[in-house]
Each structure stands twice: as C-alpha cells, then as structure tokens.
C-alpha cells in the first residue's frame, strides 16, 4: 500500500482517501494534483496498491472514499461498501513489452510460443494477468512462459533491463518507459477500469466527476490510457 | 650422528627475548625451573614447532627441526616430539582408548593394530579400565597418566613436559610423581621437563637449568641448586636465606649490623646464604661458640608439618627452622623477643 | 521439576518477555484462525502446493549444501588466518545479512542476468542462463542464507581453545587430519546449528528469488512465491500454503535440541 498526500489537510480543508489501483499511480497523481489545484479546500490522500489488496482493505474496513480498480471483478467483490454505481471511466489494452530495439526481434503473439525466447506475463490472480491469459487463449497461442511476475512493474523492469526478451504489459506501462517498445496486439480483449464512491460526500462525488469530465480524460489519454 | 637434543633457542615474544642454550642427552631428564613468566612455555613451544625460532637452531638426533639462518622449519607434526600439557588437553569429544590411539592414527596406522597398541599403554599406565570412558569423567591424575600414554604410544624422539603436574593436588601430584619416573627412566631418549616446582625438578631431573626472563641463571644438579644458589629466585626455592652486603677483612656489614662471616678472603659486595636450619632461636644470650647473636623480635610462625618456620625481624631478617618441640618449650609466638645466633662457618658468602 | 531453588527473575522480566513472545505467538494465531480447516486437505494436493513444496524443499536443501561446502572453509579462513583487509571480507560476507533481499535481487540479476557482468560472458559462451532458472533459486537462496553458516561456524571456531589443535599436531596429525579429527568435531554442535539457521533462511526466502529467478510454478515458485500470488486471489490457498511453511519451519526449529542452541 502505497499513500501519498498530495496536499496536507489543515483546518478547514477536507480529506478523502481515494484506492487506485497501480497502473494508475502515474495518471492519477497527476489527476489528485489537477483536482486540488481548481479545488483548493479539499485534500486528496492517494492510496495506491494492487487492486485485490485494495479490495481486502475495503473489505477490512479502511477508510476509503473513492475505489478506482484495474478490473471489474475486485469492484464486484466490494459491491456492498458501494455507494451509487460502479463507473467505467479508462481502459487498457495489453501490447507486447519488448526490450528497446527489440533485439529478440519479437512480431507478434506467436513468438510466445517459442521456447528459445524469456518471457513473462503478469500472474494470472492479478488484473493485467487475467488479461493476458484471455488474449492469447483468443488468439490460440499456447505460450510458453518463463516466469508470472507478481506485479506489471517487476514484469516492466526485467523487460527494460533486457533480462526477458519480451511480456505482455500494459500500453499505460510501455508509455511510461523509455527503455521499452510496444507492440500492438490485435486483439479485442481491454481491461475495464472502474471508479465508485465507498463514503458519501459532496467531495469524492466531486472527484469522481472531475475522473470522468473532459480534463480527466485527456489526463488518462496521456498516460495511454483508451477512453470509453 | 649427535644423538640427543642441541639446541640454542633465541626467541622473541612481545614482552620477552628468550635466549637459552639447552642441551639433553639420550636417556637423560633435564628440569627446566623458573619462575612464571621466565620463558618456560616460550621454550616448549619451540621445540615443539608451535612457534618458530627467530634465532639459533634445534638439532635432534642428527635432525634440524629449526634453524632460521638456513630456513629450515620442520612443521609440529613432523618433529616426533611428544608432549604432556599441564591442562592434560586430551580430546573430549574422543573416548580415553581414541585419545591414546590418536598419535598412531594420525601416522596411517590401521585402527586395529592402533587400538592393541594404545591398550598396551593404557596397561602400562593403570589404566585400562577407562579405556571406553571420556576425558570429562576422569580425574585430573587420571588424566594425566592417559596424555603421558598418549605422548609416549607414539615413541617420540624426544619427550617435552609442560608443568604436568601443576594442576593436581599435593597427593595427586606425589603419586604422579612416581609414575612419571618410572616411565621418564623407561624412555630411552632426552626428556625435558618444564616446571616451577622445585620438587618436581629435585625428584625427577638428572640435571636442572634454571630459568629467569628468558635467560639461564644456573645450570646443575640438584644439590648444586640447593646448595650453591646463585640467584634469589632459586635461594628462594630451596628456602634459603639470602642476604646482601658488603665484605672484608671476615666481616660482613649488612645495613647497620655485622656479621662475622669466616672467609677472610671476600672483600667489597657479596652475596651470603644462610639455611634456615643453621639460625638458632634463644630466649637469652646464647653461651659458647656462635659468634653470631643479636636480639630480635619474631614476626611470623608458620607449621609445615613436623618443622615449623620463624621469620624473624629487624635487624636482619631472616627465616629460621625449628622443631615444633622447640617452639612448645620455648613458648614461641609473635612478638617474642628472642635471641638468634649462627656460625661463621655456616654463612656461605658469594662474591658478586 | 519443583519451583524451589529455580533462578528468581524480576518480574518485570517475565513480563517484557511475555511481550516478546506475543510479538510472535499472535500472527501465527491469527494464521490458524482463518485456517479453512475443512477444506484443507484439498488445498494442499493441488498441484500449485505440491509443485511449490517439493520445490522449496530442494532449492533449501542444495542452498545449505552449496552454503556449506564453501562457507565452512571461507569461516575456517577467516577464524584462522589474520590477513590484510580480513575485517573487509567478513562485512562483505555479511551483506546479504543487512541488504533488503529485493535489493540482493536485483544485485543478482545485473551480475548474472542474461546482460549482466558476469551472467552475459556466461550464456554467450555457454548458454546457460541463469535467471529464470532452479539453478537461480539455489543460487539466490544461497546469497541470502550464507551469512548464517559464516557466521555461526567462524563464532565457534573463534572460540575453540587452540591448545587442542597444537596438541593434535604434536601428535604428528596434519593440518587436514586436526581439521577432520579435532577442530571441526569438536565444533559440532555449532556445525548443526550453522545448518539449520541456513537451511531456515534459505526455505523462507522471497524477495531475492522472485526478482531474480522470477516466479514459474514448477520451476520456481517456491513456497513463499505461492503465498505471495494466492493472495492476491484465494486467500485460503494462501493461508494453507503458509501453514506448510509454518509448520516445517516449528518442526524443525522445535527439534534441535537445547546444546545445539547453546553453539549460537
């Protein structure tokens, strides 16, 4: 669990605490500051964390006021702490993470069935594994993995470090690496995300508003995020 | 072929230089006898080849075992030296019969033929009954006549002890005491004998050398050492009195009072001593041939079995031997004014 | 045993030690609490935990051995031999002691990876590639538990009284005969424990296996990978996965005798 606050609370100001899954650190620190800069009386304590481990702190009884999670499943699980309905406002599309330069000369999921090649996808009990399990199951590939990252980033570095020779990240992720391309996969399979209120105010509903309004989306279409 | 141990050992430790010429012949026992700290562990750890020469060199039976001059250094474990430890150091965790065979073991003998031979040693000693007990059960006699098994099994060239019998009691000790000499007479060659008992050197050794910061004071038998000490350290042990002073003309001044000495001859700084045997104790003036008699007052009584021990105080302090019937008769005790008194003749002076 | 002639203790003693001991009692409580009891038995022959246990069993075991055939003489070295920069190697020997495994990790992986220093020699030579790889969670297991052998072996050696190594040799034993048949003998007891410290380290080990060796079922995923991954989507597998752990570790641990404790 990672929290960051980006802006301390002082008398006067409110606070909410807003769960966002790791995928969307990057977009979403950029997202809390635009929000307290045009709403200077609210503070927003940024909560980012893989989403299931999220979804068990929800369901332990942290104090969250807003829950955006990288798929729909951890969403559902928590539908009974949910105030209004759950929102899809992103999607990611999986591409083919490969070293810059793409020494292994990769061209497509079907190099995922060569057993000379390092490769890694993210474990199948995280989001963007579960993505990753569905689009190759789609395009047929039975692919011959050699390690299930526990988390996207780890999966991201051992591709920018050249250790793997290609995995399946998110776009978000590859737009955020300079050390590593993207190859598109032409498959329909996105990863939904949703956002939805845990604790009634006038503040988080403001922020829910602020995700899905123009301003918002062009923040997570610049983070490479596909927009609903 | 020199057979025997010939050796000038000059070695340096932090606080000490070692400088000795050491030699033993076959079937001989020679008592190394100083006090702590005068080199004696120095000494053993060169010859066993624990610790290197920084000068001189070791020959034994014809062999160098070391000699700095032409780098020669023969490692511990080719020396054929045997060696008994004042703390036994016998394995714990190897069992009495193991200890003893471990010096065969250790030279490829087959563990058969090892075991027949440390038992025929452990017999020898009188103790084949612990064969199969650990270390940690035997007592500090036992255990030493199994290291003393232990050292010989191997038929060393030469045999290096080192104080074995310092850690055991007075009646251990005696009993030791003749264990190791029926056993030193019966090893063919030189053996030396580390100590700072006296006892254990006028018992055991043919020939003494006394040792003192690292230097040898005095080599002789043990009646030479007894007899004619040549420094405090050995007057000491003996328990003779030694008195500083100043000769001529058959007297000898030492601080205010005179002695009357006998030897004409000696003149300028000497050295007098004095067998606590020789001093009389008188309640008055003695009658008759003593030349020597002050009046003196008794500082200390001490009992050593049938002899008791008077020190006596100003003005010259000495310590005298008397009979326990003496002290009774006389009504002895401290704080006594009394009267000593000795023969010229019994005063042995020293020039130095 | 009666209470008579027992060491009287403060109170206050007893009662920071109680402290203490809840520190650790109570998660694993807390373990055996949401333990699904019923289901267990299922859990556990899934072919994830038997796959991950006989894994982690293996990868313990030749980390151990591998900790040991070099770390004892690395100790006997260092407890023996005064040499310049001594001081230098024992810290550098403990690192992995203080380093976050992560951290150790990824060490391992700019050394040995496919590019790293050494490991890029390595595969284009021999093609052998390290990471990803059993051997890589031996050799990642072995970085982290080796500390532990070094430092109990070189601890009792230090402490050996050395007459008996100079008695040995006076014997006529060679300096390989007093290790064989004094020294290491009678080091024994902290010989034992040297091995099960490793041998705990190195079955408990996460953070550098899974950033180095990566996390493949079969391959690689230890024990606590297992956990680590259940969690995120069946939280019972995962608190089965860690009562096996729990359990190895308590039997092992509760089995050394109290003398070999005493060797630490």
Known sequence: MVLMACGAPSAGRSEIVVSAASSLSDAFTEMAEAFEASNPDVAITLNVGGSSSLREQILEGAAVDVFASADSRNIEDVSGELVGPARVFARNVLQIGVPSGNPAHVVGLEDFERSDLLLGVCANSIPCGDLAERVLAAAGVEAVVDTYEPNVRALLGKIEAGELDAGLVYATDVESSAAVDGLSVNVAHVSDYLIAMLDESSEASAFIDFVLSDTGRQILERHGFVLP | ?352 | MSERGQTRLPRAIYVAGAAGLAIVAVPMIGLLVRTPWSDLGGLLASDVVVDALRLSLLSSIAATLVAAIVGIPLAIVLARTDFPGRSLVRGLVLLPLVLPPVVGGAALLFALGRRGVVGGPIADLTGLVLPFSTLGVVLAATFVSLPFMVLTVEGSLRNLDRRYEGAATSLGATPWTVLRRVTLPMVLPSLISGFVLTWARALGEFGATITFAGNLPGKTQTLPLAVYVALEQDRDAAVAISLVLVAISLIVLVSLRDRWWRAL
């Open chain 2, 1 to 352: 072929m020199t057979m025997g141990l010939s050796s000038r050992i000059i070695t340096e430790r932090a606080t000490l230089v070692v400088d000795i010429a050491l030699t033993i012949d076959p079937g001989m026992t020679v008592a190394l006898l100083g006090p702590n700290g005068a080199g004696k562990s120095t000494v053993h750890a060169s010859l066993a080849g624990l610790l290197p020469l920084t000068d001189g060199r070791i020959v034994l039976n014809g062999r160098v075992l070391d000699d700095p001059d032409h780098d020669v250094f023969l490692p511990a474990d080719q020396r054929r030296v045997g060696a008994v430890f004042q703390d036994y150091l016998l394995f714990p965790h190897l069992s009495v019969l193991e200890n003893v065979a471990f010096g065969l073991r250790a030279r490829k003998e087959p563990k058969e033929r090892a075991r027949i031979v440390a038992e025929e040693w452990l017999e020898r000693v009188g103790m084949s009954e612990m064969s199969a007990r650990r270390p940690g059960d035997l007592s500090g006699g036992q255990a030493q006549r199994v290291a003393l098994a232990r050292a010989l099994v191997t038929q060393p060239e030469l045999l290096l002890l080192d104080e074995p019998l310092a850690a055991l009691d007075v009646r251990t000790k005696a009993e030791l005491r003749r264990v190791l000499a029926d056993h030193l007479s019966g090893f063919a060659g030189p053996r030396l004998l580390i100590t700072h008992d006296p006892a254990d050197a006028f018992l055991l050794a043919d020939e003494i050398y006394v040792i003192e910061d690292g230097s040898v004071t005095q080599i002789g038998s043990s009646e030479d050492i007894r007899m004619r000490p040549r420094s405090a350290y050995v007057a000491d042990l003996a328990g003779v009195n030694h008195v500083v002073g100043s000769a001529t003309n058959g007297d000898m001044s030492v601080g205010d009072h005179m002695l009357r000495i006998g030897d004409t001859a000696a003149l300028g700084p000497v050295v007098a001593t004095i067998h606590p045997r020789a001093i009389s104790i008188h309640l008055s003036r003695p009658e008759g041939s003593p030349r020597n008699s002050w009046r003196t007052t008794i500082e200390r009584v001490e009992h050593y079995g049938d002899r008791v021990r008077i020190e006596t105080g100003a003005p010259l302090p000495l310590t005298a031997e008397v009979t326990p019937a003496a002290v009774s008769a006389l009504g002895l005790t401290v704080g006594s004014p009394v009267w000593a008194s000795i023969k010229a003749t019994e005063i042995t002076v020293q020039v130095g």
